[in-house]
């Protein structure tokens, strides 16, 4: 079983910019992965990265604006967000996958609680 904890959430104008983390208890040798919902809204996937730190996959809404990375000695995934926008408002939840290159949330066994990201106009 691993636990997965995130922190790094909160309130910024447009423009602005977080940084994410996800902390994984245990052993981490798995694709690593971060969601997000608004309100109202399904959860939907937003990055994915592999094992190793090298591959990585984003929805094209955060394309050229977030970079998903991680620190495998510390078992620790981030997410870098910038230029954010009212749009990127939601609950933002890190998962652990077996299989890199998928983007369900099906393809996902473990999540964390989430951590809220407000961004104003």
């Known amino acids: 079983q691993v636990q997965l904890v995130e922190s790094g959430g909160g309130s910024v104008q447009a423009g602005g910019s977080l940084r994410l983390s996800c902390v994984a208890s245990?052993?981490?040798?798995?694709?690593m992965g971060w969601f997000r919902q608004a309100p109202g809204k399904e959860r939907e996937f937003v990055s994915v990265i592999d094992r190793t730190g090298v591959k990585a996959y984003y929805a094209d809404s955060v394309l050229d604006r977030f970079i998903i990375s991680r620190d495998n000695a510390k078992n620790t995934m981030y997410l870098q967000m910038n230029s954010l926008k009212p749009e990127d408002t939601g609950v933002y939840y890190c998962?652990?996958?077996?299989?890199?290159?998928?983007?369900?949330?099906?393809?996902?066994?473990?999540w964390g609680q989430g951590t809220q990201v407000t961004v104003s106009s």
């Open positions: 998962a652990i996958g077996m299989v890199f290159g998928f983007r369900r949330i099906s393809d996902f066994d473990f």
């Open positions: 245990g052993r981490n040798s798995y694709t």
